[in-house]
């Protein structure tokens, strides 16, 4: 019956427009929740008649869809702390609940977040205050991130970070930038023996010193040219100040690139050597091969030390290239460090963490020595509106979704990662409010359409009087 039809399409159209308020509300009061996505009705018509000569007409009435619009940004909002994250462009940030620490985990287990404030619980655990846990990926101890599976979760770990963290940053190459005095290899010079400390870390953070000292040699008789040749004799104080490297040094006199090292065989390393009467002997025990000074690489300038202080005992030196003045030099003037530098630090305490727009997470320590830590990658999905809302603004994979990928933040269709700020609420109020009147004055017409018929229908039961 026609008539019934229309109280059927006006209750339709209630509920419809009450699911309209639901979200609405819901809209409302999440304006200020971070990382918040609102939530829209959409209105779709039911079609009972077909027929279009029918002679009558059925309502079908109305019903309401709702969605979640997760693929809208919010705008991010600074904040204080560095662990406050947010994401700008496409992406969401791995997390796990806090129940599913320590258990097997999956696919099914992973969540997915906009926005977080990341705090540490006592054992050191990055989390929400919610109980989210952020993933990512461990570096190794050179902070470098390995390859990882970017379609499984399996190899993402819940990030600790321990306040009492300590760490040592080796020393892995140094800058011998030393001028040696042209007068010291004239005839009737001192032929005094100058020598410079350089200070290296070992893998434990111990601080160890390699002992360099400059032999002159002096020309046979007087009237002879000065020879601007060098025995340099390289000590390390973590092999009980055994020699480690021996080589004779040959500077140019020439009127350009005079003072600089004079040709690729200008440097050539010797295995035993007595000077004043004093023999030295490498003793390195290392393997290149065992008690032998490691080869000079005129292409880069350098040579390979072993040393025993660090871990792999390696130690790039440069020494300077043939006809380069950035590193060892010989000109009138006096004996003097030019540019001695180095990596490396010694044992240092966690001062800070931060995250950049890599999602590379780095300590600081009080030494000034930083390091790469984790990389929290971002997940992406074909369709972020299929996604599963769940509470405390997470989201979970659906079949409506599409399957999920691991992207280095800033690659592919991904945004970066920022530090310092917090997504804010997608909602509009000014024009949740408008919606609101809308919708008041819609679920206001359906009432009355349901009051209209029942004045119909009261009309039809006094017929029969």
Do not use: C
Not at 160 to 177: F, M, Y
Not at 440 to 456: G, L, P
């Amino acid at each position: 019956m026609t008539i019934s039809s229309s109280l059927n399409a006006g209750v339709a159209g209630l509920n419809a427009n009450a699911t309209k308020l639901a979200t609405i509300a819901d809209n409302i009061a999440n304006s200020g929740t971070y990382g918040y996505k609102r939530a829209d009705a959409d209105f779709e018509s039911m079609v009972i008649t077909q027929s279009a000569n029918g002679g009558s007409y059925a309502a079908g009435g109305v019903r309401a869809n709702t969605i979640r619009r997760v693929e809208e940004w919010g705008a991010p909002v600074s904040t204080a702390s560095a662990l406050d994250i947010a994401i700008s462009g496409r992406g969401m940030l791995p997390v796990i609940r806090e129940t599913s620490l320590g258990a097997s985990s999956g696919n099914e287990a992973l969540l997915m977040t906009r926005t977080g404030s990341f705090a540490t619980d006592p054992s050191g655990v990055l989390k929400t205050d919610t109980g989210l846990v952020l993933l990512g990926w461990p570096a190794t101890a050179d902070g470098t991130i390995p390859t990882m599976s970017r379609d499984s979760i399996a190899q993402l770990e819940p990030v600790v970070i321990a306040a009492n963290q300590t760490a040592a940053d080796p020393t892995t190459r140094i800058n011998l930038g030393v001028n040696l005095p042209a007068e010291e290899t004239k005839y009737g010079a001192s032929g005094r023996v100058l020598t410079v400390s350089v200070e290296y870390f070992g893998n434990l953070g111990t601080s160890e010193t390699l002992s360099v000292s400059y032999h002159p040699t002096l020309p046979a008789a007087a009237g002879d040219p000065p020879t601007n040749n060098w025995t340099m004799v390289i000590r390390d104080s973590a092999n009980a100040d055994k020699v480690i490297g021996i080589y004779t040094m040959q500077f140019s006199d020439a009127r350009s690139g005079g003072g600089t090292i004079l040709d690729d065989t200008a440097i050539t390393p010797l295995n035993t050597v007595t000077l004043d009467g004093t023999t030295y002997t490498v003793e390195n025990a290392g393997s290149t091969p065992p008690d032998s000074s490691p080869a000079y690489d005129p292409l880069t300038g350098g040579i390979v030390l072993e040393v025993a202080g660090n871990a792999d005992n390696k130690i790039a030196m440069t020494l300077g290239k043939p006809g380069s003045a950035n590193a060892m030099t010989q000109v009138s003037g006096d004996f003097a460090q030019t540019g001695i530098t180095k990596d490396g630090s010694p044992v240092g305490n966690l001062t800070g963490v931060e995250i950049d727009d890599g999602g590379f997470m780095r300590a600081t320590y009080d030494t000034g020595f930083t390091r790469v830590i984790y990389q929290v990658p971002l997940v992406d999905v074909p369709n972020y509106n299929g996604l599963t809302a769940l509470n405390n603004q997470t989201f979970a994979i659906s079949p409506d979704s599409g399957n999920f990928y691991l992207w280095d933040a800033g690659d592919g269709p991904t945004g970066d990662v920022l530090g310092y700020a917090r997504e804010g609420s997608t909602t509009d109020v000014a024009t949740e409010l408008t919606n609101l009147i809308q919708t008041q004055r819609a679920y206001s017409s359906n009432a009355k359409i349901i009051q209209t018929v029942d004045e119909m229908l009261q009309e039809t039961t006094n017929l029969k009087r």
